[in-house]
């Protein structure tokens, strides 16, 4: 009877094992569908998100640039922007406390890649990243929003700690400002994507474009442009703020969540969720879009 009983604990021990070590290699790391570049180790290894938005991190007289993905962090993030944080050097990062800031949990994962910029959920905390990319899947809770696009150097060799101004790019900027955009007669600052549907959407303002919208779904305005654009729709989680294009025809603007299939065009930069719904909920608007 011992013996049966030794030698069952025994097999429950080696399949505790066995499942620890699956679960182990389950877990979702930095690198899991991220594009990278492997050619040139003294730069980020992750490559930018092509028309993400790019960002100017001000450490003292030091400019670090970067582009912030289109996560649902990092477009918290950017209607912060300008945003100062608070950031101290460590053996492989420059990290700080900072406010919390919504994010998909199946976003978080293991570990960095170098050059990534982070928010990770435990604290929270804001972080850049620059070494130890091979050591770094024993740290969970992360989630990448962004990365920096000059060489590794230029953050590794900074010390101490430093109080970040975080601004749009002024080339982002000046993007930005060529179309103007108003919610009745509330003007709005929106960080236009780069893509031929916006592109289309400029010509259009340039005699300008008034756009009855109606309310939808609790979550939503949405009304006809009168003509459709080019599209490229791809399933897309919004949040408010967010600016798509629907069906080739239709402009539709957040301020709640939707899954669906859109074509993004910008996001409203300058106003919180709260001030979204304040804009939208309370009946059908005009949504006015001219050239400056």
């Known amino acids: 009877m011992k013996r049966t009983m030794m030698m ?23 690198k899991d569908d991220a594009q990278m570049q492997t050619d040139d180790p003294t730069m980020p290894t992750r490559l930018p998100l092509e028309n993400g938005t790019k960002i100017l991190l001000h450490f003292g007289d030091t400019v670090i640039p970067g582009v912030l993905n289109d996560s649902e962090t990092a477009r918290a993030l950017i209607a912060k922007l300008p945003y100062t944080q608070h950031m101290s050097r460590y053996s492989h990062d420059f990290c700080g406390v900072t406010e919390d800031l919504p994010y998909n949990e199946e976003e978080e994962h293991y570990g960095w890649l170098n050059g990534d910029i982070d928010y990770a959920t435990d604290a929270p905390y804001f972080t850049i990243l620059f070494e130890d990319q091979d050591e770094s899947e024993i740290y969970g809770s992360q989630v990448n929003i962004g990365v920096i696009t000059c060489p590794l150097a230029d953050i590794a060799a900074l010390n101490g700690s430093y109080d970040v101004l975080i601004e749009l790019d002024e080339s982002e900027k000046e993007e930005a400002s060529m179309m ?7 003007p709005v600052t929106v960080a236009w994507e780069n893509n031929e549907s916006v592109s289309a959407l ?6 300008g474009l008034t756009i009855q919208m109606s309310m ?7 009304g006809s442009i009168g003509q459709r654009l080019p599209s490229h729709d ?3 989680s919004t949040s408010a703020g967010d600016i798509v294009l629907y069906s080739s025809n239709q402009l539709v603007v957040f301020y709640g969540s939707n899954s669906w299939s859109y074509t993004r ?9 709260d001030e979204m719904r304040m804009l939208l909920s309370n009946g059908d608007v005009t949504i006015t879009i001219s050239m400056k």
């Open 202 to 207: 400029k010509d259009l303002a340039m005699s």
């Open 234 to 236: 791809v399933q897309t």
């Open 8 to 30: 069952l604990l025994a097999i429950l021990m080696m399949l505790s094992v066995c499942m620890t070590a699956s679960a182990e290699s389950g877990k979702r790391v930095a």
């Open 180 to 186: 103007q955009m108003k919610i009745n007669d509330t």
């Open 265 to 273: 065009l910008g996001h409203i930069t300058d106003k919180t969720s």
């Open 216 to 222: 939808y779904g609790g979550f939503e305005q949405v």
